[in-house]
């Protein structure tokens, strides 16, 4: 059954969906990104710079575009994950959550009573400032609800997380995965590898969402093939340095030196 958000629709109908992170507090970057043709935009909180009322205007910079807005939250902090639906993002991604208690901790967080905890107010963003009471009967349904396994012990309760009812999607988490190995970024070690595949498998078999990040297009496009459909690529920061580095190198290649 439809949902009142796109991008969860776009998820249940089977489709990839491909976005980038925000971790500057630009709106006008959000903007730019969101006309790009993105499914979504994840907003960092755990990383980035930004606070709630950042989120607002990167929000409403979103407007009119197809682009939904997630946010990624610290830690699992259940007044934060309010804080961040009461602004009105379509979505929650939580980071480190390493077994079934932890997952049912974010979804208690996210819902309503008497299914969970979530604190109700009437004069919030996200219900059009009191204008729209229907928004409770609508939203535990609508909200995006992803959870990253960054460690071996959180592959090894993919599927007691995947049992938590209300999680959409399981995402891998691969630096912070190949640094608790002992190898950070090296995402083509054998060890790293298997145990990204390995999480990548369970997650599949569960039949929860799968998502990670990927190191480009092409590579967003591989990992399509085999079954990521929630895939984040880039960010407004890395994409605009990256941009301008090369921009740079251009000009100068064959100049023997600097300009």
């Not at 991008?7 to 790009?36: F, H, V």
Request: contains cysteine.
């Amino acid at each position: 059954m439809p949902t009142g958000n796109p991008l969860k629709n776009k998820l249940r109908a089977g489709k990839t969906c491909i976005g980038s992170w925000l971790l500057t507090t630009s709106a006008d970057m959000a903007e730019i990104m969101a006309y790009a043709g993105l499914d979504f935009l994840l907003i960092d909180h755990e990383h980035g710079q930004g606070a709630i009322d950042d989120a607002v205007g990167q929000m409403r910079a979103m407007k009119g575009t197809d682009c939904i807005g997630v946010l990624r939250v610290p830690t699992n902090d259940r007044i934060y994950i309010k804080r961040a639906l009461d602004a009105g993002v379509a979505g929650i991604m939580v980071p480190n959550v390493d077994n079934a208690e932890q997952a049912r901790a974010v979804v208690d967080a996210c819902r309503y009573a008497p299914v969970g905890h979530r604190g109700a107010f009437g004069g919030m963003r996200a219900m059009r400032y009191g204008l729209n009471p229907g928004y409770y009967g609508e939203v535990d349904d609508d909200t995006l609800i992803v959870v990253q396994v960054e460690n071996s012990r959180a592959i090894d309760n993919i599927p007691e997380i995947a049992n938590v009812p209300g999680i959409d999607v399981i995402f891998i988490g691969p630096r912070d995965l190949s640094a608790t190995l002992g190898k950070l970024n090296q995402f083509g070690d054998p060890v790293v590898r298997g145990e990204i595949e390995r999480a990548q498998g369970a997650i599949l078999a569960s039949g929860k969402l799968l998502g990670s990040t990927a190191a480009s297009g092409q590579v967003a496009r591989d990992m399509s093939e085999a079954g990521y459909r929630f895939i984040i690529s880039g960010s407004d920061a890395t994409l605009l340095g990256t941009a301008a580095s090369n921009l740079v190198a251009q000009a100068r290649a064959g100049q023997g030196g600097d300009a």
